[in-house]
């Protein structure tokens, strides 16, 4: 148990669906990321939230929206995707101190196929 | 801008071998440092960090030095297990900047007995 739980752990959409990750944390942080994992690149970052204010936006295409409701809560909200957004999407928290020495703590991760 | 490079992949020993993986970054300050793993279909596990010049981070057999003179942070392990093959992240702390981690692209450990 890491504290991050995202749901739903696999997730199997067609080109126009919509459809929306969850992640939640229960760790008191204040700072919530979105990543995206694709086979044989490094992680990239998407958006990252401090105090449920976006913060950081990394270029990431509209067809992707997050939400924070809360510092507990990020969802990514999805739409009109392509397969090539197939990848694993991982959640994470920490506790933003401005002095970058907190770890991330990671949840397991949304696979997402696009069909 | 910040980046952290590492070997490339995937690294195969036998059990019991001398594990290295070779990190090393660009920064400006001073970052914190760390060593994430991913099991196989599993999100990312904090492995160790540290967050000054010539601090060891260590856990579970597990061992890494800040280096600023070579801005590195090699993960070294002196006997492999089996248990142990699973893909490893170098990654830096962006201080005073949403403190959002900067990952290298990953190193594949297979383990064989």
């Known amino acids: 148990e890491t504290g991050v739980t995202q749901t739903p752990r696999h997730l199997v959409m067609g080109m126009t669906n919509k459809k929306s990750l969850k992640c939640e944390q229960h760790l008191g942080h204040n700072a919530m990321y979105w990543y995206k994992q694709s086979a044989k690149k490094p992680l990239e970052l998407m958006f990252v939230y401090n105090f449920k204010e976006q913060t950081e936006n990394n270029s990431v295409p509209s067809r992707f929206s997050p939400e924070c409701p809360n510092s507990s809560h990020l969802f990514l909200h999805l739409h009109t995707l392509q397969p090539e957004d197939s990848a694993l999407y991982l959640c994470a928290s920490s506790q933003d101190n401005r002095q970058g020495n907190t770890e991330a703590f990671f949840g397991q991760g949304t696979r997402l196929t696009v069909v | 801008g910040n980046s952290v490079t590492q070997m490339e992949g995937p690294v195969t020993l036998s059990e019991e071998a001398f594990l290295t993986i070779n990190c090393t970054y660009t920064?400006?300050?001073?970052?914190?440092l760390f060593w994430y793993v991913q099991y196989p279909g599993e999100g990312l596990q904090l492995l160790l960090k540290?967050?000054?010049?010539?601090d060891k981070g260590s856990n579970k057999g597990f061992e890494a030095t800040y280096r600023k003179e070579t801005t590195s942070f090699h993960l070294e392990k002196g006997s492999v297990q089996v248990s142990d093959s699973a893909v490893y992240f170098c990654?830096?702390?962006?201080?005073?900047?949403?403190?959002?981690?900067?990952f290298g692209q990953g190193t594949t450990l297979q383990v064989k007995p």
């Open positions: 990654a830096l702390s962006d201080r005073g900047n949403t403190g959002k981690l900067i």
């Open positions: 920064a400006t300050g001073y970052p914190s």
């Open positions: 540290a967050t000054k010049a010539d």
